[in-house]
């Protein structure tokens, strides 16, 4: 009786770590691979009725990290 618990414990935990885990090489290739963003505020300076005028707009910079 021991020994056929054990190997329904252990049919259960495969099962389970089966199901849980992805493909391990595609898991390895995707691993640490995102887009990081961030928002640049840029400056313009154009000229308005003989005055000078700063525009101010922002910009998203992104990249990937392999």
């Known amino acids: 009786m021991k ?19 992805p493909e391990p090489a595609q898991a390895r290739h995707w691993y640490g691979h995102h887009q990081v ?7 313009k300076v154009v000229w308005r009725h003989g005055h000078r005028k700063v525009i101010r ?6 990249h ?3």
């Open 3 to 21: 020994k056929f618990f054990l190997t329904l414990v252990g049919a259960a935990v495969m099962a389970g770590t089966m199901a849980v885990a």
């Open 37 to 43: 963003c961030r928002m640049v505020v840029k400056k």
């Open 57 to 62: 707009y922002k910009v998203r910079r992104c």
């Open 64 to 66: 990937w990290i392999w």
